[in-house]
């Protein structure tokens, strides 16, 4: 009998940690607590892009919505090419359960228009065809001084910026309208 519900506690101690539900914390061995977890739905993520001329930086929040990450800067020979960008974006929204996302709206410092923010308008007005998730705009001003200055602190060359500044300005980008939203 004794047997039998250790045999039951272990099936059901399996079973729970399969699903992520708890994890053990041992030290040489030993169980020192065990911290049990909400299960946690990824579809709670929301995703920043920074649309540029030739690049779009693209971060995603953590499950948890606490976090912004910088996740991959997609390139393109030309701005009116879009295709392929459209699609990958479309593909990180399917694998990552994309719930929101945040485009950077660049905007020139007195607060006007220009040219710029005309073809992100127009990249939006593409990419609502392509995902089904609401998508809003977000103020840039400075993020990409603010990433250029990340990367220098994180010790990372001048010549080897271009493929990360994208990224971490997404990063802020989507950052800030997480914290705007709180």
């Known amino acids: ?13 399996h079973i729970l940690n399969m699903s992520k539900m ?12 065990t911290v049990w977890r909400k299960k946690v739905d990824l579809k709670d993520r929301i995703m920043g ?10 971060a995603i929040s953590d499950s948890l919505g606490l976090t912004a990450q ?4 997609i390139e393109r020979d030309k701005e009116n090419k879009l295709r392929r960008s459209l699609a990958r974006i479309a593909k990180i929204v399917e694998e990552n359960n994309i719930k929101e996302i945040v485009v950077g709206l660049p905007i020139n410092m007195n607060g ?16 609502k ?11 840039e001003r400075l993020t990409t001084v603010e990433a250029d200055e990340i990367l ?12 990360f500044i994208d990224m971490v300005a997404a990063g802020i980008i989507l950052r800030e309208y997480m914290e705007k939203k709180k």
């Not at 910088?70 to 800067?73: A, C, D, G, M, S």
């Not at 065809?129 to 103020?139: E, F, G, L, S, T």
């Open 70 to 73: 910088p996740f991959e800067t």
């Open 129 to 139: 065809k392509r995902v089904n998730v609401p998508i809003v705009m977000q103020d």
């Open 49 to 58: 892009l920074d649309y540029g001329s030739k690049t779009i930086g693209v």
């Open 112 to 127: 006007k228009s220009n040219e710029r923010v005309i073809f992100t308008m127009e990249f939006v007005e593409k990419l």
């Open 152 to 163: 220098d602190e994180s010790g990372v060359k001048k010549e080897n910026r271009k493929q």
């Open 22 to 33: 708890y994890e053990e914390v041992c030290f040489e061995g030993r169980l020192l607590f």
């Open 1 to 13: 009998r004794v047997m039998d519900l250790m045999r039951l506690g272990h099936t059901i101690k």
